[in-house]
């Protein structure tokens, strides 16, 4: 059994925010595949499926962000599992938006709900990092990541939304790159090329000459009617 995690803070105050990111994409797995409908659960909300031929539990937590660690050594503890059973959806500021990382361990780069998870469960959990953007200052971050998507960026906001639902299974299942590369063809999908196609040459047509030629005019001209 695995638990998947998303990160935000509850009440429909907070639904929209970037720091809610995280919920948002529990949401699309749970829309998409099937999973039970959402209960209250471990401090937080579940529903309950299966991925990648595994049962599998959402998890939002509701202790709000600083507190996120609450809720998952909760439950992580009932079921008796490892921190690498756990997978952590959250808002990356250090990512352009849209981008998409998965990585196991290391440090909670001052985002609070990670430094509280990392407190619960220590840090050898996975995490699907999912890219905001930076709004450029250090004093301006709290605002940001508290501030709702604007209507321009949720285009690429469905797309990823998307592609991490496409993926979920790969994730699952352990196949990082095809998770990836799930989310990537949603993002930035391969683009069919509108150049036309350079029409063959005829075959009477003369020959490109070449700037390295050594010939001299006089020699090509006599060359022409030989």
Partial sequence: MQIFVGLGNPGAKYAGNRHNIGFMAMDRIAQDHGFSPWRARFQGEVAE????GDKLLLLKPATFMNLSGQ????????????????TVFHDELDLAPGKCR?????????????????AHISEAYH???LGIGHPGRKEA?????????????QDWLDDLMRGISDGADALASGDRSKFLNAVALRVNPPRSSTTPAKPP??????????????????????????
Avoid: C, W
Avoid at 49 to 52: D, E, I, T
Avoid at 79 to 86: A, N, S, T
């Fill in 141 to 153: 971050v709290a605002g940001y990541v508290l501030h709702d998507f604007p209507k321009a960026e």
């Fill in 127 to 129: 995490r699907v990092r």
């Fill in 71 to 86: 809720s998952v050594g909760e439950a992580m503890r009932f079921f008796k599992l490892e921190p690498g059973d756990v």
């Fill in 49 to 52: 499926g299966r991925l990648g």
């Fill in 201 to 226: 040459a005829p075959k009477d047509a003369p020959a490109v000459e070449s700037a390295e030629d050594p010939r001299s005019p006089l020699q090509k001209l006599a060359d022409r009617f030989r």
């Fill in 102 to 118: 998965v990585k196991t361990g290391g440090g909670h780069a001052g985002h609070n709900g990670l430094r509280s998870i990392h």
